[in-house]
C-alpha cells in the first residue's frame, strides 16, 4: 500500500529551528510537497522537491533523498504565526496525490 | 500566481436540502480539478477527481450520486451536496492543476481554493 509518515505534533520555540521529518511509501515517485495548512483555512504551498538535495526558500528549506524515501521540512527562525499544520505529499508513478495526515506545530514564545 | 476562487467560504443549510459549492480558476485553464473532504484535525482526504469534459473519478468510498460533480468548462468546476445530512458536514476543498493529472510546481504546486466550511443542521 502506499504510505506517507510524519509526526502527529511537534513544539518547538520562538527564534528556534524545527524540523519535520516525512517518510513515504508509493508505487513510484514524481516529487514532494510540502503545505501550510492554518486551522479553517486551506493548504498553501511551500515546497516542491524531484531531486535530491536541499531546496532553500527563505526561513524554509526542504530536503528529498528518493533511495530512502525520506523529506524534511526545515524551518528557522521560528515566528508564532508558523504555528500550523504541515502536509507532506507525494506523486506517485500515476501522478496520484497521496497526502500525509500532517504535522501540527506548536510555537511557544 | 494560479488563483482559484471557491465560493462559498461557510454554509448552513438545513438536513435534507442540497448545497453546491463553485471552484474557479482564475488566471488559467483548470485541466483536472480535485474535491476533497477534511474533517476536524485530520488530513485531506480525496472524494473525486474531474477532467473538463468528462466524468468524474471518485475515490472508493465516496457516493456519486450523493456527492455531483460537474467540470463543465476549463475554469469552473462544481461539488453539488444532495440531500446533506450532519455527517456531511465538513470542509470542502477543491485543487487545480494546469497539466491534467498532473502539479505544476511553478504554478506552486497543487493549487488550492480556499475551501468551503459546510454545517448541516
Known amino acids: 500500500g502506499q504510505n506517507i509518515d510524519q509526526p502527529t505534533e511537534m513544539t518547538a520555540t520562538e527564534g528556534a529551528i524545527v524540523q519535520i521529518n516525512c517518510t513515504y511509501q508509493t508505487s513510484g515517485f514524481n516529487g514532494l510537497f510540502w503545505y501550510q495548512q492554518h486551522a479553517g483555512e486551506a493548504p498553501t504551498f511551500l515546497s516542491y522537491n524531484v531531486l535530491d538535495g536541499l531546496e532553500e526558500k527563505g526561513r524554509f528549506s526542504s530536503f528529498l533523498s528518493r533511495s530512502k524515501g525520506y523529506s524534511y521540512l526545515l524551518l528557522k527562525e521560528l515566528q508564532m504565526k508558523d504555528s500550523a499544520s504541515y502536509l507532506c505529499a507525494v506523486t506517485d508513478s500515476n501522478y496520484q496525490l497521496i497526502w500525509g495526515a500532517g504535522t501540527k506545530l506548536i510555537i511557544k514564545p | 500566481g494560479a488563483v482559484v476562487s471557491q465560493h462559498p467560504s461557510w454554509v448552513i443549510c438545513k438536513s435534507g436540502t442540497s448545497v453546491k459549492i463553485e471552484c474557479r480558476s482564475l488566471d488559467f485553464q483548470a485541466t483536472t480539478m480535485f474535491w476533497y473532504r477534511q474533517f476536524p484535525k485530520q488530513s485531506l482526504m480525496l472524494m473525486a477527481t474531474?477532467?473538463?469534459?468528462?466524468?468524474?473519478?471518485?475515490e472508493q468510498g465516496v457516493e456519486k450520486d450523493k456527492f455531483l460533480i460537474n467540470h463543465a468548462s476549463l475554469t469552473l468546476s462544481t461539488l453539488t451536496v444532495t440531500s446533506a445530512h450532519p455527517e456531511d458536514s465538513s470542509f470542502y476543498i477543491c485543487?487545480?492543476?494546469?497539466?491534467?493529472?498532473?502539479?505544476?510546481?511553478?504554478?506552486?504546486?497543487?493549487?488550492f481554493g480556499s475551501g468551503t466550511r459546510l454545517t448541516v443542521v
Open positions: 485543487s487545480a492543476t494546469i497539466i491534467a493529472g498532473q502539479a505544476s510546481p511553478e504554478l506552486g504546486g497543487y493549487t
Open positions: 474531474s477532467n473538463e469534459g468528462s466524468k468524474a473519478t471518485y
